[in-house]
């Protein structure tokens, strides 16, 4: 089945600074998202994005199917965007949502 | 909309006992999903319906696990006799099919499970 690796595994960053979270899968996808798991548990939904780019306030998101990745920007992060960011895919013969072992961030003021 | 309701939202039991967790998935749509999250295991999908019935329940860890779906709008997930090994967080999901495409899957709050 379809593999879904995250990188970086963990960050840690000052209040204000921007980062880059990166996705790679290895098949084609009809379905790409990203959740952000807040310190309470909760998986919230960022991206629906199988293709193209997308942006939501300070979040942006960019999938490049062909070259089988997707990128999670966060710019002029804050506190409260703490928490696992998690990657998962849906390949073309399943109906299985396939989850990345995420990014855990940490932003300090 | 509610979203996907979950309850109850924690539950402790005691080893032996049984637990019923229960799903309301968003309205009108037709795949519904269970999962398990453990700092061991990240996140595994257990089993997921599409139109009430069960489709592959090859994450189902053991007989002890059972899920039911009878109706668009309730499913149930049993862990009978419970184990302390089952405590978890347990997902819900649910998601709505267009044409051939799935679209995006929502998630519910969660159970977080204790079993003592």
């Known amino acids: 089945g379809i593999q879904v690796e995250q990188s970086p595994p963990d960050l840690i960053l000052q209040e204000g600074a921007n980062s880059t979270l990166r996705c790679n899968f290895s098949d084609s996808v009809n379905n790409l998202q990203w959740f952000h798991q807040n310190p309470w548990g909760q998986l919230i939904n960022l991206f629906y994005i199988p293709s193209g780019t997308k942006q939501n306030g300070r979040l942006s998101a960019t999938t490049v199917a062909t070259e089988r990745y997707s990128l999670l920007y966060i710019s002029s992060s804050q506190t409260t965007d703490s928490g696992v960011y998690f990657c998962a895919a849906r390949s073309y013969n399943t109906d299985k949502l396939i989850f990345g072992t995420g990014t855990r961030l940490q932003v300090f003021p | 909309d509610a979203g996907v309701i979950q309850s109850p939202r924690h539950e402790v039991t005691e080893m032996g006992q049984e637990v019923t967790l229960r799903c309301k998935p968003i309205s009108g749509h037709d795949y519904l999903f269970w999962y398990r999250q453990t700092m061991m295991r990240g996140l595994e999908l257990l089993i997921y319906?599409?139109?009430?019935?069960?489709?592959?329940d090859s994450g189902m860890p053991e007989d002890r696990f059972s899920a039911k779906m009878p109706n668009a709008s309730f499913s149930t997930l049993k862990i009978q006799p419970s184990e302390p090994r089952d405590s978890a967080v347990y997902f819900c999901?649910?998601?709505?099919?267009?044409?051939?495409?799935?679209?995006?899957?929502?998630f519910g709050p969660g159970t977080r499970l204790t079993v003592l």
């Open positions: 999901a649910s998601s709505l099919i267009s044409g051939r495409i799935m679209n995006e899957q929502f």
């Open positions: 319906f599409n139109n009430n019935v069960p489709i592959d």
